[in-house]
């Protein structure tokens, strides 16, 4: 008799407007209680992954610079001075709950090419297995992934990053925290009486033009490139649940399976549909 699964595999991914405040200073706040959030879930069974954005708007503020940078170089540069800054911090809150961190940069590349998805894929396990949390991002110092958003160019996006890893890693499920409860039928922020998507199951045209981008000069892609992260994972047969970063203690909710957020169904595996 199968025994019902508890413990899940998780991939967490966090967003620069949940890290930050306003002023682009870190919101230590949520980054505590995000640590202790995910802490307690490894205490609890689950295997947890976090994907977690920042570098490049912590960096900006750290290197003194009066706004984000417009080039290329200087938006890398910046990511390299903040993701010393994160991983600092991440280290200092999660040993607090006497929790190891491990750091993970990679590209689209890496995850694409079978020979270094291997090795990726035997570091994530061998984390896992000691309990270490690994946190991600995009290398985004090398990584030569530009999208266009809106009016300006930016660097890759997490969103389809954090899909790919759980893909990568077979995970149960991939959840996105936001600055936003979760899929609205149009942007909130523009039309107040907008109304949250509870459950999809198929990511569809129609959704897609309820899609909007970034809600905040610190966010990048916004629904859009959320929807893409979500195509892949339902496509991966990862469940994925956008929901509000500044509340990480509702992540209990979302790994219990409860109605938080708005949940995209996995596509069952192709032989349980003959
Ligand atoms: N249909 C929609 N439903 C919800 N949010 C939307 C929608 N369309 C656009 N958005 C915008 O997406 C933003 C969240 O994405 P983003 O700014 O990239 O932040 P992050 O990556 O940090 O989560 C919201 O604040 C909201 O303004
Ligand atoms: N890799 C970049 C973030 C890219 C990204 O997708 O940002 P976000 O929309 O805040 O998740 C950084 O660390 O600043």
């Known amino acids: 008799m199968e025994t019902e699964k508890h413990c899940l595999r998780v991939v967490v991914k966090v967003g620069t407007s949940t890290l930050t405040h306003d002023t682009g200073r870190l919101n230590l706040h949520n980054m505590e209680l995000l640590a202790r959030t995910l802490s307690d879930l490894e205490g609890m069974g689950h295997e947890v992954i976090l994907v977690s954005s920042g570098a490049i708007a912590v960096g900006t503020a750290k290197m003194g610079l009066k706004a984000r940078p417009t080039e290329l170089r200087m938006k890398q540069a910046a990511a390299a001075v903040g993701q010393c800054m994160m991983m600092h911090l991440y280290d200092k809150m999660f040993g ?14 890496d995850v694409d ?42 660097l890759g996006d997490n969103d389809t990053l954090s899909a790919m890893v759980a893909r990568l890693c077979r995970a149960d499920l991939l959840v996105l925290l ?21 459950r999809v199951e198929a990511v569809t045209p129609e959704l897609r033009a309820m899609a909007g981008g970034a809600g905040s000069w610190r966010g990048t892609g916004g629904m859009a490139t959320k929807l893409s992260a979500a195509e892949l994972a339902m496509g991966a047969g990862v469940d994925m649940v956008i929901t509000n970063g500044a509340r990480p203690e509702d992540l209990y909710g979302v790994v219990n399976g409860e109605d938080v957020g708005t949940r995209f169904v996995a596509k069952p595996p192709c032989s349980a549909l003959s």
Request: hydrophobic share 40%; charged share 25%; glycine share 6%.
């Open 96 to 109: 607090e709950y006497n929790r190891v961190v491990a750091q993970i940069l990679l590209t689209g590349e």
């Open 113 to 154: 090419a079978p020979v270094r998805a291997e090795h990726l894929h035997n570091t994530f396990e061998s984390l896992l297995e000691l309990g270490i949390i690994p946190v991600v991002n995009e290398n985004d110092s090398v990584s030569s992934a530009e999208i266009e958003t809106g009016k300006c160019k930016v």
């Open 178 to 198: 936001s600055d936003i409860d979760g899929l609205y039928d149009a942007d909130p922020h523009a039309n107040p009486s907008a109304r949250l998507i509870h």
